[in-house]
């Protein structure tokens, strides 16, 4: 399977923390999830904790490498911007990915956030969400039980599949 592609100094291991969720479902395809998540206002229609998605620049409403734009996660206000966006193409996966920051000094948050969907054999989809995490918010959220980053993205990739299905993007089985 494809992985994520990681920026100097984000390799899962060697920040303060990691999260990965992946779901693997009938029915959809890469192509049919990708405007949900690459129109980042969508977000906050299918995930609780997402709202108030913005670009600068006069970018958007499409993520595309270098868009800069900012959105609420975790009561953090979060600036980011996109440095990987490739839309699904047969045989490849989409990927998408952000660096996103919040706060100064002992209150700075540095992610990096990447997503993987790929079309696999016999009509099914991978979907797998990646993050890693720099700065004090970070180890105080990886040592958080039940960990919030996880639990958060999986309600992200939850909402992702279900938003697919009721917006009538389901391929048949």
């Not at 620049?57 to 595309?64: F, Q, V």
């Not at 979060?78 to 490849?92: D, I």
Request: one cysteine or more.
């Amino acid at each position: 399977m494809n992985a994520i592609h990681w920026p100097q100094g984000f390799e899962p291991g060697y920040t303060d923390n990691f999260v990965s969720n992946e779901v693997i479902v009938a029915g959809l395809t890469a192509a049919q999830v990708w405007p949900l998540l690459s129109f980042a206002h969508k977000w906050p229609s299918y995930y609780g904790n997402s709202a108030n998605v913005g670009f600068h620049d006069g970018k958007g409403p499409e993520l595309a490498d270098g868009v800069r734009f900012h959105f609420e996660t975790f009561g953090f206000p979060v600036q980011a911007q996109c440095n990987e966006c490739v839309a699904p193409a047969a045989g490849e996966p989409a990927r998408i990915a952000w660096h996103g920051w919040a706060g100064e000094g002992d209150t700075r948050l540095d992610v990096h956030h990447a997503w993987l969907i790929e079309d696999l054999p016999g009509g099914r989809v991978r979907i797998l969400t990646q993050e890693t995490q720099k700065g004090r918010p970070a180890q105080e959220l990886a040592r958080t039980r039940p960990n919030p980053m996880l639990n958060g993205h999986q309600d992200w990739l939850d909402g992702l599949v279900q938003a697919a299905r009721a917006n009538g993007l389901s391929a048949p089985l």
